[in-house]
């Protein structure tokens, strides 16, 4: 994306997994894990998954991205989704789907037990997919109190628009202390300048799609997401931004004061701040806290863009709030899991697990 200045060199936020004899990751592992969540808000495990397991997992989602009475999400990008620009879609409970979120809140259980207890839900589990010509959503937050996971079932380039992040504007207990008391001003800043990029990115793109032969505009797609009155927070709406009516980015928050704060703070916000472009090889999971700063790219790539997702409450979130950031299948909802229920569950093929009793808590 040319509008902004994005860092594909994801390096400084990698730890490689490595697995002990029951298949989790080993105790170093963990523990450089957290340190990274801790400082950045996210950790990058790369090859964390076999060849097989990413394999079996792309299988799956496949299966149901074929399904035509799947059940779409509703959070989004519901206009990417209905011009087919985006596939965003919950997976239902079944036995297989179980296993593979099982396995993973097995593999990664050291790391999420630090931010997650045994009775805390299991928000969503869904497979999200970015074809050419979707939209590059806004920076944004999710609903906070929950930690979130990709997983990388095939090679992602990075044109395929891997998820983008802007390391360390997560929020905890003392955080808006940092840069001489301003930093939660100072991240929202950064977070308007960059949209007016996105915003204005997405509307060359959707400009020049007009006439291209390639993913050309569907009926009414232009007019859609463009001047539609329909609900859409990540689409480059005119009418809903000089309306106030998008909640990510409207014209309401560029009056003269914020423009004279974006002026004078512009070096400061590029030197604490920086946006980096994930573009994970097979196997690779990122774990991220759901109030990073974050975005999904748009696909530019004739490829399609396949994650595996999987979110997991660290605290109690109100059932409204829940729905703002996240699509349960109806399954799920009917039949509420938590991770202490993935942890249980018996997954085929992976060594048996003994429980050990430590601080309160059943480890491995």
């Given at each position: 994306?040319?509008?902004?200045?994005?860092?594909?060199?994801?390096?400084?936020?990698?730890?490689?997994?490595?697995?002990?004899?029951?298949?989790?990751?080993?105790?170093?592992?963990?523990?450089?894990?957290?340190?990274?969540?801790?400082?950045?808000?996210?950790?990058?495990?790369?090859?964390?998954?076999?060849?097989?397991?990413?394999?079996?997992?792309?299988?799956?989602?496949?299966?149901?991205?074929?399904?035509?009475?799947?059940?779409?999400?509703?959070?989004?990008?519901?206009?990417?989704?209905?011009?087919?620009?985006?596939?965003?879609?919950?997976?239902?409970?079944?036995?297989?789907?179980?296993?593979?979120?099982?396995?993973?809140?097995?593999?990664?259980?050291?790391?999420?037990?630090?931010?997650?207890?045994?009775?805390?839900?299991?928000?969503?589990?869904?497979?999200?997919?970015?074809?050419?010509?979707?939209?590059?959503?806004?920076?944004?937050?999710?609903?906070?109190?929950?930690?979130?996971?990709?997983?990388?079932?095939?090679?992602?380039?990075?044109?395929?628009g891997g998820t983008v992040f802007v390391p360390g504007t997560h929020m905890y207990g003392g955080a808006a202390n940092r840069h001489a008391g301003s930093a939660y001003q100072l991240m929202e800043?950064?977070?308007?300048?960059?949209?007016?990029?996105?915003?204005?990115?997405?509307?060359?793109?959707?400009?020049?799609?007009?006439?291209?032969?390639?993913?050309?505009?569907?009926?009414?797609?232009?007019?859609?997401?463009?001047?539609?009155?329909?609900?859409?927070?990540?689409?480059?709406?005119?009418?809903?931004?000089?309306?106030?009516?998008?909640?990510?980015?409207?014209?309401?928050?560029?009056?003269?004061?914020?423009?004279?704060?974006?002026?004078?703070?512009?070096?400061?916000?590029?030197?604490?701040?920086?946006?980096?472009?994930?573009?994970?090889?097979?196997?690779?999971?990122?774990?991220?806290?759901?109030?990073?700063?974050?975005?999904?790219?748009?696909?530019?790539?004739?490829?399609?863009?396949?994650?595996?997702?999987?979110?997991?409450?660290?605290?109690?979130?109100?059932?409204?709030?829940?729905?703002?950031?996240?699509?349960?299948?109806?399954?799920?909802?009917?039949?509420?899991?938590?991770?202490?229920?993935?942890?249980?569950?018996?997954?085929?093929?992976?060594?048996?697990?003994?429980?050990?009793?430590?601080?309160?808590?059943?480890?491995?």
């Open positions: 994306m040319t509008e902004l200045k994005v860092s594909c060199d994801t390096s400084t936020f990698e730890v490689p997994a490595v697995l002990d004899a029951s298949g989790t990751l080993t105790n170093d592992c963990v523990r450089q894990a957290v340190a990274m969540m801790d400082t950045h808000g996210l950790v990058i495990l790369t090859d964390c998954l076999s060849h097989a397991e990413a394999e079996a997992g792309l299988e799956l989602m496949r299966q149901i991205i074929d399904d035509p009475d799947r059940s779409r999400s509703a959070f989004a990008s519901e206009t990417d989704n209905h011009y087919l620009r985006r596939d965003f879609c919950s997976l239902p409970s079944s036995p297989d789907v179980m296993r593979f979120a099982a396995r993973l809140g097995q593999r990664l259980e050291g790391v999420l037990s630090e931010y997650c207890g045994r009775s805390r839900s299991v928000l969503e589990i869904a497979t999200f997919t970015s074809y050419f010509g979707s939209s590059h959503q806004y920076i944004h937050r999710d609903p906070s109190g929950v930690i979130s996971l990709f997983a990388a079932v095939e090679d992602v380039s990075d044109e395929q800043l950064f977070r308007i300048a960059t949209n007016v990029r996105v915003l204005r990115h997405n509307l060359k793109k959707l400009w020049q799609m007009r006439k291209a032969p390639a993913a050309p505009l569907g009926p009414g797609e232009f007019r859609d997401r463009v001047f539609s009155t329909k609900w859409d927070q990540h689409q480059p709406n005119l009418l809903r931004f000089f309306l106030g009516k998008n909640a990510q980015f409207s014209l309401a928050m560029l009056g003269p004061r914020t423009l004279w704060k974006l002026y004078r703070n512009r070096q400061t916000m590029r030197d604490l701040f920086g946006l980096i472009q994930t573009a994970p090889r097979k196997g690779t999971v990122i774990l991220y806290r759901s109030d990073l700063l974050h975005a999904g790219p748009d696909n530019r790539s004739r490829q399609p863009r396949r994650f595996f997702g999987m979110s997991i409450a660290r605290d109690i979130i109100e059932t409204k709030y829940w729905h703002d950031g996240y699509s349960p299948h109806p399954t799920l909802a009917a039949q509420p899991l938590c991770f202490g229920d993935l942890l249980d569950m018996p997954v085929r093929g992976a060594p048996a697990r003994p429980l050990i009793h430590r601080t309160g808590a059943l480890v491995d």
